[in-house]
């Protein structure tokens, strides 16, 4: 009988702690960028080229990472201050927000060469596309009288600027609910977030966050129409319902929130703080929180991307004492769904 007992306690044990190792983030490799100083802004992914976008503020360029070989196969220099990226797979371009030139720069071809340019304002930042529009919603301005803060409305296959939407500060991070046709935008500044009609292109309404500020990313759960909203001031998730901005859950994070993703298969929310760390959190259907095992990274890595067919996430590295390098980690995705 002991010894049954015995057996079954270390049988517990050991699915307790396989149970506890699927949620953490397991680095796979590291890709070092050799000559690539600096921080990382945004990233996007080639899913079909296996090919990884980094824009790299110190090297003012887009670089552009073979992910088979684990190397920089190209580099789009010239970008001033590179923020946020999209590439659109239908057409093949890559989409380039230069905050310091305050322009949308447009890469198309093989290797990719600059296409258009489309003059925005002062601190271009980040962007989503609407795939069922093909419209392409980019935030812009808010720096000062001279430069109102917008959310610019780009045509991606004529390239053409069909409107610009004002907002009440800089926007920050924008999430796309096509089930719903709207576009959210965060407005740190304010404390706010904007809900933008897809069809006419207007405000419906705008939600204040209370005492949260510094609202910096975003994510989307469109199965269960919550809004996962990462604070700096205080250091925060939040959870809100998507009907009405209603704040349903909060948990404390790491400082610094910079960029967020939200897996709808393992239902995790990755939040990159850039104090050195990625947060994550198992969200409920009803939006309850449950912090799971943090991972540790270094101060400045505050942006990467979530590839979850790949089953992994990818965390710039920044290149302060020596070469920049990124990160890949396993998400345990896979894990998960056998």
């Known amino acids: 009988m002991k010894q049954f007992a015995c057996s079954f306690a270390l049988f517990f044990v050991a699915a307790t702690l396989h149970s506890q190792s699927t949620h953490e983030l397991t680095l796979k490799r590291t890709i070092m960028l050799e000559g690539v100083t600096g921080k990382f802004d945004h990233f ?166 209370g005492q949260n500020k510094g609202n910096t990313p975003l994510a989307y759960d469109a199965a269960q129409n919550l809004v996962l909203v990462g604070c700096r001031t205080p250091a925060r998730l939040l959870v809100l319902d998507g009907k009405d901005g209603k704040e349903m859950e909060q948990a404390t994070s790491d400082a610094g929130a910079d960029d967020l993703f939200f897996d709808p298969t393992t239902r995790r929310a990755y939040l990159i703080a850039g104090s050195g760390a990625v947060d994550v959190f198992s969200v409920g259907p009803h939006g309850q929180v449950t912090p799971l095992p943090i991972t540790h990274t270094v101060p400045g890595a505050k942006t990467g991307y979530l590839d979850e067919q790949g089953d992994s996430l990818f965390l710039g590295i920044p290149g302060i004492a020596g070469d920049a390098a990124v990160r890949v980690y396993d998400t345990g995705r896979s894990e998960r769904e056998h």
């Not at 198309?108 to 962007?127: H, N, V, Y």
């Open 44 to 209: 996007a992914l080639d899913r079909s080229s296996n090919r990884l976008f980094a824009s790299a503020a110190g090297s003012h360029a887009v670089e552009v990472l073979d992910l088979t070989s684990g190397k920089i196969v190209d580099t789009l220099p010239g970008i001033a201050k590179p923020h946020g990226l999209a590439w659109i797979a239908d057409n093949r371009r890559l989409f380039v927000a230069d905050g310091a030139k305050g322009e949308l720069v447009v890469y198309a071809g093989s290797p990719l060469r600059r296409l258009a340019t489309i003059p925005l304002s002062e601190d271009a930042d980040d962007m989503v596309y609407d795939e069922q529009t093909k419209l392409l919603y980019v935030g812009h301005g808010g720096t000062d009288a001279a430069n109102p803060a917008r959310v610019a409305v780009v045509e991606t296959e004529t390239l053409k600027l069909i409107a610009e939407l004002p907002v009440a500060k800089h926007p920050e991070a924008l999430e796309l609910d096509a089930k719903q046709d709207r576009i959210l935008v965060n407005l740190a500044d304010a404390g706010k977030i904007a809900v933008i009609d897809g069809k006419t292109h207007q405000i419906r309404t705008t939600w204040a966050l």
